[in-house]
């Protein structure tokens, strides 16, 4: 019994296997497919963030595994508990400083209204000079028939009911927060760890030739890189130059306004306006017209000049895609796949665009074999 040879997990057929039917093959994987995606797609965001911050650091992670000899088990580890404490360290940190200067300009907004009340708030002369700026904007809409106050009305609600709508969000999604984060960490070991197998697997099914699939994974990983470093530093510049601007024209809570400038530069078109408008519109009410004069020039020049001109910059070098198909692959990646369309879209649009490079060279070869 001890030598007796070990069954196999399939018969063997010899030499003459029977014939598959290509109907039942292909049926069969369609469905498995279609049943494997039904049991990983609730996990999809933490998954694909992890593969996100996989290819952000795995530079990082390469030396640090050679560092260990090749250990990838305990690298990975490390490494993930590196990035653990990488972002929650400063969360909590940022948490404590936004929360403290957060309260502190409630007390101030609060002791400005106690001082003035609506009709001091009313008759004070930045507020009479803005609505006397605005009745004569407004003057030749309403000659035209159209109305200007119905829709800065209707744009106010829409912005007030978003913010109301997300604000409930995330109170709400807060232990779905908590489940993801632990789901991406999670996910970020095994991926440092298997990564090189899992991609070499990828690669293996794609039936490409060798230089055509290694280039098509070189863009992907170029376009995720170039797309979430552009954002990120883009946004802590805004942030910083934000903060410097607030600090020098006196806005109170410098630290606090730049953080936010930073949160909201985020968005994709114009999201730090959300921070400096106001901030320019609370000089003007102090009665400091020229700084607050100032601090708009400032900020459309500065601040919203990064996010013209350096985040396009710095996305399209790594994508390789003109800037008005980069600009419309965000915001459309942000409508289907929410946050993480942000990266999804110009992904997709720079498979699209090495799929398209090589239907250009296999159609010009039409006789080549790609294996």
Do not use: C
């Amino acid at each position: 019994m001890a030598n007796q040879e070990k069954e196999p997990a399939f018969p063997r057929w010899g030499e003459n296997p029977p014939r598959l039917s290509p109907a039942f093959f292909y049926g069969t994987l369609l469905l498995l497919l279609y049943l494997t995606y039904l049991v990983v797609v609730p996990f999809a965001s933490p998954i694909l963030w992890a593969a996100v911050l996989v290819v952000i650091f795995y530079p990082a992670y390469q030396r640090l595994l050679r560092l260990f000899k090749g250990k990838a088990g305990l690298a990975a580890f490390l490494f993930t508990t590196a990035v653990i404490l990488a972002v929650i360290v400063p969360a909590f940190f940022f948490g404590w400083v936004l929360a403290r200067e957060a309260a502190a300009l409630y007390q101030v907004v609060e002791r400005f209204y106690q001082q003035q009340g609506l009709e001091g708030i009313a008759t004070h002369p930045a507020v009479t000079a803005g609505r006397a700026l605005w009745e004569r904007v407004r003057l030749p809409f309403d000659r035209l028939g159209f109305d200007l106050n119905g829709l800065l009305l209707a744009t106010i609600n829409a912005v007030s009911s978003f913010m109301v709508d997300n604000l409930k969000g995330i109170a709400k999604n807060l232990l779905s927060f908590t489940i993801n984060f632990l789901l991406t960490t999670f996910s970020l070991f095994f991926l440092l760890r298997d990564g090189e197998a899992i991609v070499r697997g990828l690669k293996a099914l794609l039936p490409l030739k060798r230089e055509h699939t290694d280039a098509l994974f070189a863009r992907l990983n170029d376009a995720v890189s170039a797309v979430v470093h552009g954002t990120l530093l883009t946004a802590l510049a805004q942030g910083a130059m934000g903060g410097l601007g607030y600090w020098i024209f006196g806005v109170p809570f410098p630290v606090f306004l730049g953080l936010a400038t930073a949160v909201v530069s985020l968005l994709p078109v114009g999201g730090s306006a959300l921070i400096w408008i106001p901030a320019a519109i609370y000089l003007f009410l102090k009665g400091v017209w020229i700084r607050g004069i100032l601090l708009l020039a400032w900020s459309g020049l500065v601040i919203s000049t990064a996010d013209n001109i350096l985040k396009p910059a710095l996305m399209s070098s790594g994508t390789k895609l003109p800037t008005l198909f980069l600009f419309f692959g965000m915001l459309g990646g942000l409508e289907v796949f929410g946050v993480l369309g942000f990266i999804l879209g110009p992904v997709l649009l720079v498979m699209l665009a090495a799929f398209l490079e090589m239907y250009k060279e296999f159609s010009s070869h039409p006789d080549g074999r790609d294996r």
